[in-house]
């Protein structure tokens, strides 16, 4: 059995001031090319399916028609919410889509939703986990000690009755790691400050495979096969150097499979480059192959540039973000570095003081001053 794994699609997703549906459209025609190509007997999609909980009409209407195509085809899917998506809008329609073999786990009601399949080796069980927190869980497991991430998946695995002999295989969407080791991580995606959304992956031990989102550098974390498919796109600068794949799992007898990966072409690439304004605008004149591209450029003059953007833009029409890297801004960091050395030496009062001001462009009045203190004192914060 073959089997087609992919995520993080966040449709509808914008970068700056740019839209990236038509990106998506594009990259979406290359997943069926792909699937016409090596014809899957089912698409794992793990999550983030939309960029926001919200999607806009012409973002469904985009993942609306990728469905269809899919569907067309004869193709099973098997779908589970994302941290981005909305469980009850990617639920809406579920009973009725799973007749034409779209299974959808946008929200959780205490147990795994399970699908069998079948080939020539005997049954394959594929389990959907949705994105879940600590109460999400907790509801349904009352006499549970659940506190973290961790303790609430654990929880649902332990009360999920797995076919030892058979294949398994759990499509889901969470932050995993494997003992201290850390997968790699980018800035576009929403991770927890402290480490409280880890799962350790030695958790799904039962599991011959698991089909995850949420990170968007593929890569597998623990063992071979727990195993992030990234995303197909890249949605941040952090991404520049991220080779973007599908990834394709080939399932034959227990304990026997192979995965692969395989790259799809993008309308524009990301990239970054970085020099003085007018070698960057020669580079982009003889290299028009790049300079459609999706632009962070970076600027080293010493000298004032006048409009630097719109300069570049003439070449670059899809500049995204510019910076200047000079002996100025090397300076301006150094006093803000040394700024920030202050932070350590005052009492949460004068930190609330601060932003407050910056805020409001205003002081804070001696009686909003007296209240703060007084919440802060009772909250266990350094008294005056």
């Known amino acids: 059995m073959r089997l087609l794994h992919i995520a993080d699609l966040h449709i509808g997703k ?33 999550g983030d399916i939309y960029d926001k909980s919200v999607p ?60 069998e399949m079948r080939d020539e080796f005997g049954p394959v069980n594929i389990y959907l986990l949705p994105f879940v927190k600590p109460a999400m869980v907790k509801q349904y497991y009352t006499d549970k000690e659940i506190q973290s991430y961790e303790d609430a998946v654990k929880v649902v695995i332990e009360n999920t009755q ?25 800035d576009s995606e929403t991770i927890n400050i402290g ?3 880890n799962i350790d992956a030695s958790i799904f031990a039962d599991f011959d495979y698991v089909a995850l989102g949420h990170l968007h550098g593929p890569q597998s974390i623990g063992r071979q096969t727990v195993r992030y498919a990234g995303s197909p796109l890249k949605y941040s600068f952090s991404e520049v150097r991220q080779n973007k794949s599908v990834t394709i799992l080939d399932l034959c007898a227990k304990g026997q499979l192979e995965i ?26 003889s290299l ?6 999706y632009v962070h450029a970076i600027l080293t003059d010493e000298d004032e540039t006048y409009d630097a953007i719109g300069q570049l833009r003439q070449v670059y029409p899809n ?21 920030s050395g202050d932070v350590a030496r005052k009492n949460p009062l004068e930190l609330f ?25 009772e909250a266990g914060g350094i008294k005056q």
């Open 14 to 46: 914008r970068i700056s001031e740019f839209s990236m549906l038509e990106e998506q459209k594009h990259i979406l025609k290359e997943v069926l090319r792909l699937t016409d190509e090596v014809e899957p007997s089912g698409i794992l999609m793990a």
């Open 56 to 115: 806009a009409g012409d973002a469904v209407e985009v993942f609306d028609e990728f469905l269809t195509e899919l569907v067309s085809r004869n193709i099973p899917v098997f779908i589970v919410s994302g941290n981005h998506d909305s469980p009850e809008r990617l639920n809406f329609g579920s009973r009725i889509m799973k007749n034409n073999g779209v299974h959808i786990a946008g929200s959780f009601n205490g147990v795994l939703k399970h699908i």
């Open 162 to 186: 797995l076919e030892e002999q058979s294949r398994n295989i759990l499509v889901a969407h969470q932050f995993i790691t494997s003992g201290g080791q850390q997968p790699e991580r980018s």
């Open 195 to 197: 480490g409280l959304d």
């Open 260 to 285: 692969k990966t395989v790259s799809l072409p993008v309308l524009h690439d990301m990239r970054e480059i970085k020099g003085p304004l007018q070698e960057l605008i020669r580079a982009g004149n």
């Open 288 to 293: 028009s192959e790049i300079s459609r591209d």
């Open 319 to 339: 500049v995204m973000r510019i910076d200047f890297v000079n002996s100025r801004s090397r300076q301006e960091i150094d006093s803000e570095l040394a700024t």
């Open 353 to 377: 003081a601060e932003f407050y001001f910056k805020q409001n462009n205003l002081e804070m009045t001696d009686e909003q001053l007296h209240i703060m203190q007084g919440v802060l004192e």
